[in-house]
């Protein structure tokens, strides 16, 4: 499996990656990690003419704090995220959503930012950031804007970033400190993506939820903001009754394919599983 | 398509080639350095047969093109062996745990036990696992894997080999 003939470059800043995408236009596509488009290539289900490779910007690397976001940059592995004391301190859930991440070689190598911007239904960050409440920063010729994760994704590798523009950061608001987190995935094997999975942030006060966030991976065209289960969930001591409401809630949101993971209905329910899930392993994380 | 020119270390020699921006790592270790101790497996990211360590991370030579590892530091399975020839520990827990049977899978595996034994000195049965879960064995059922690498784990610790009871 050879992929297509392409010119390779290696910008040194974001700008000159900006010039180069906005010079090279749909003949140009930025790499990060490579895990999902070298497939593709080698697939000729992609056949860029030239590739913008990113691993050379420095800039784009690592994880901050800037005030009250955690800030981390596009091309920040997903071994660094696991291995980031930052995180695993601020933000757990993404350290708990990278470990179900394909496998340690994939993770060496694939990137955040990749995951992310890369609009595949099936990646898991996106439910993760839409959870999160995260924006991202793009830059292109004209400049720099931000936005918002839950605005980002329009249909199955279809986002709001423009041709020639780059995803160089991830702002995430930190987490309140006590709060409860968990990403539960099925999958069929080890680097599968998911049947259905569910990421869970809550905090609870006087034992009842206070504040719940809910993503959904894998079981529609984009990734999901399940707001209407949070809802009903808010204010809830997350009894069985009401918990089994929130998931028929974020049920009736899905519009899964019918594949080789399984049929729709069967991946819909699943979607209700991993959340009924995920809600009584994020409860029993809460406090502190 | 132009060439470029790479520069790179494997297994502790420089190397400089010109390779097609297109060309796989594996293709290039195995055809232009003739290496051919990665092997080719799935060629689908999958099954860890080409694994090398790469800047001290493992990695699918399938799924990174040669001009990515432009100023990189390779080593393969032909670069585990110690300095005087001897076996690395790694290996020979594969021929005394019998962690092998058609050897197919076994460069990725030791390549990838390699850099795990570099990040875990003590890894529990569990961590094994986990942390050999991009490399698909299609013989042993990999019980046979994973005490292998403990027996290196205790070489290179220096401590004795107990094998868990069955």
Request: with cysteine; net charge neutral.
């Amino acid at each position: 499996m050879i992929p297509a003939a392409f010119s390779y470059h290696r910008p040194k800043s974001v700008q000159e990656a900006v010039a180069l995408l906005a010079e090279l236009g749909e003949n140009g596509r930025a790499l990060a990690g490579g895990h999902s488009l070298i497939p593709m290539m080698k697939l000729r289900l992609a056949s860029p003419g030239n590739l913008v490779d990113l691993a050379g910007i420095d800039e784009l690397k690592g994880v901050r704090v800037d005030g009250n976001d955690i800030v981390i940059g596009a091309m920040t592995t997903q071994h660094e995220l696991i291995v980031s004391n930052l995180l695993a301190d601020k933000i757990p859930l993404i350290r708990e959503t990278s470990l179900q991440i394909a496998d340690p070689q994939v993770r060496y190598l694939g990137t955040v930012g990749g995951n992310v911007a890369n609009g595949d239904p099936g990646n898991d960050m996106p439910a993760v950031m839409l959870c999160l409440g995260a924006s991202y920063s793009v830059t292109g010729k004209s400049g720099e804007r931000r936005i918002a994760a839950r605005e980002f994704y329009q249909g199955a590798y279809l986002t709001a970033l423009e041709t020639g523009e780059v995803l160089t950061t991830v702002h995430i608001p930190a987490p309140a400190a006590g709060h409860g987190w968990a990403y539960e995935k099925l999958k069929r094997k080890v680097g599968d993506y998911a049947t259905a999975a569910a990421a869970v942030m809550l905090t609870m006060k006087g034992g009842r939820v206070e504040n719940c966030s809910i993503g959904l991976t894998n079981v529609a065209d984009t990734p999901l903001w399940a707001q209407e289960a949070a809802k009903i969930l808010t204010g809830s001591a997350l009894d069985v009754v009401t918990i089994k409401k929130a998931v028929a809630a974020a049920e009736v949101i899905t519009s899964p394919a019918s594949d080789a993971r399984g049929p729709a209905q069967y991946r819909t329910k699943m979607a209700g599983v991993m959340l009924a899930r995920a809600l009584e392993h994020a409860k029993s994380r809460t406090g502190g | 398509m132009a060439r470029s020119q790479i520069e790179l270390k494997v297994n502790g020699k420089s190397v400089e080639a010109l390779v097609e921006p297109r060309t796989l790592l594996i293709h290039f270790l195995r055809e232009q350095l003739n290496l051919t101790g990665p092997h080719i497996g799935c060629e689908t990211s999958h099954c860890g047969a080409c694994t090398v360590d790469l800047d001290g991370k493992s990695v699918k030579s399938c799924t990174i093109f040669a001009v990515q590892a432009d100023g990189a530091d390779i080593r393969t399975i032909e670069g585990i062996a110690n300095a005087d020839g001897t076996l690395h520990a790694i290996q020979e827990g594969f021929r005394e745990m019998h962690g092998l049977q058609c050897g197919f899978c076994t460069p990725g595996m030791i390549t990838r036990a390699y850099r795990l034994l570099q990040e875990n000195k003590n890894p529990s049965e569990e961590e094994i696992r986990f942390g050999i879960a991009g490399n698909l064995c299609r013989c042993t059922g990999y019980q046979n894997i994973v005490k292998a690498i403990q027996f290196a784990a205790a070489k290179l610790n220096g401590v004795p080999f107990q094998e868990a009871a069955e």
